[in-house]
């Protein structure tokens, strides 16, 4: 079973500012298979990017993700208020199909 | 507009039963995987069940193998749950998603339409 590692666990920034994401995998991922998500409290979680690096739609374009192998990263240019939330990112696998990893708060400082 | 919407969630007691439905609107439902992922309180997701578009393969997460199934009805546009011997660790809110698709030639896989969710609670 591959296991996604999300850092850092928070990260404290002010609007304007740009935010950068890690995420880890025990094994090397197929960029296919890598996607990320949004969640805000009491709403379901939002997708932003598959395939490492493809925005989904409707997504802005501070919005971008990159990566390869076990290393991926999101990056959100420039804060906006509404970009504080939860972030995910995602694996599809044999066993079991999907893993999450344990997400990156973003908080305004 | 394409929709997800989620019912039959409640207060159950543990060993109980429940069952989960999911109304789909607004896009080809039999062309799709569909999806589970439920979110403990406080806590991050994680994946529950998923099944192919014909009904024909089923995958769930090793805890709920042999107490959970996942159905559809592909002429009714619609999802279910069937959810047994649940557990307080079972305590979570359920989100139904659609699941992986084509983009530019290519296949990618992960849940871009999801419901508002339904909550299960187990407990005595």
């Known amino acids: 079973e591959i296991v996604l590692t999300q850092s850092p666990g928070t990260l404290s920034l002010s609007p304007g500012e740009r935010a950068t994401l890690s995420c880890r995998a025990s094994?090397?991922?197929?960029?296919?298979?890598l996607a990320w998500y949004q969640q805000k409290p009491g709403q379901a979680p939002r997708l932003l990017i598959y395939?490492?690096?493809n925005r989904a739609t409707g997504i802005p374009d501070r919005f971008s993700g990159s990566g390869s192998g076990t290393d991926f990263t999101l990056t959100i240019s420039r804060l906006e208020p509404e970009d504080f939330a939860v972030y995910y990112c995602?694996?599809?696998?044999?066993?079991?199909?999907?893993?999450f990893g344990p997400g990156t708060k973003v908080d305004i400082k | 507009e394409v929709q997800l919407v989620e019912s039959g969630g409640g207060l159950v007691q543990p060993g109980g039963s429940l069952r989960l439905s999911c109304a789909a609107s607004?896009?080809?439902?039999?062309?799709?995987?569909m999806s589970w992922v439920r979110q403990a309180p406080g806590k991050g997701l994680e994946w529950v069940a998923s099944?192919?578009?014909?009904?024909?393969?089923?995958y769930y997460v090793d805890s709920v193998k042999g107490r959970f199934t996942v159905s559809r009805d592909n002429a009714k546009n619609s999802l279910d749950l069937q959810m047994e011997s649940l557990r307080a660790e079972d305590t979570a809110v359920y989100y139904c998603?659609?699941?992986?698709?084509?983009?530019?030639?290519?296949?990618?896989?992960?849940?871009?339409?999801w419901g508002k969710g339904t909550t299960v609670t187990v407990s005595s």
């Open positions: 998603a659609r699941d992986s698709g084509w983009n530019a030639g290519s296949y990618y896989y992960y849940m871009d339409v």
């Open positions: 607004g896009f080809t439902f039999n062309t799709y995987w």
């Open positions: 099944i192919k578009q014909d009904g024909s393969e089923k």
């Open positions: 094994q090397s991922v197929s960029s296919s298979y």
């Open positions: 395939g490492a690096s």
């Open positions: 995602q694996q599809y696998g044999s066993s079991p199909r999907f893993t």
